[in-house]
Nanobody, 127 residues
Framework: QLQLVESGGGLVQPGGSLRLSCAAS????????IGWFRQAPGKEREGVSC????????NYADSVKGRFTISRDNAKNTVYLQMNSLKPEDTAIYYC????????????????????WGQGTQVTVSS
């Protein structure tokens, strides 16, 4: 059974950092492109970052460029999202998603491109 599990969320003060992990089970992660998405209360789910199957291509939403970094360790079957300089507006549930196809940097931030989703992890940025 193909499963994605996010972890690493929590409460952090503005300016702080968190590292989210997306661990895969039931399949080999390096066969899949991965996206990170977030959804705040009352808002639509939005793309945060994405990475191609071998990690050679990445993309970021403008709102997180220069602050967030996506990476993958295929040996550990895990993708990471390092989040620095966090802001209150980064507060949301963060999801990772997987798809066998990498649709390119423009489309990989679109939720509809992904077939498999984790359950999400809450990130709260507040003083």
């Amino acid at each position: 059974q193909l499963q994605l599990v996010e972890s690493g969320g929590g409460l952090v003060q503005p300016g702080g950092s968190l590292r989210l992990s997306c661990a895969a089970s039931g399949f080999t992660l390096d066969d899949y492109a991965i996206g990170w998405f977030r959804q705040a209360p009352g808002k639509e789910r939005e793309g945060v970052s994405c990475i191609s199957r071998r990690g050679g291509n990445t993309n970021y939403a403008d709102s997180v460029k220069g602050r967030f970094t996506i990476s993958r360790d295929n040996a550990k079957n895990t993708v990471y999202l390092q989040m620095n300089s966090l802001k209150p507006e980064d507060t949301a549930i963060y999801y990772c998603a997987a798809d066998r196809t990498y649709y390119g940097s423009t489309y990989c931030l679109r939720p509809g491109q992904y077939d498999y989703w984790g359950q999400g992890t809450q990130v709260t940025v507040s003083s």
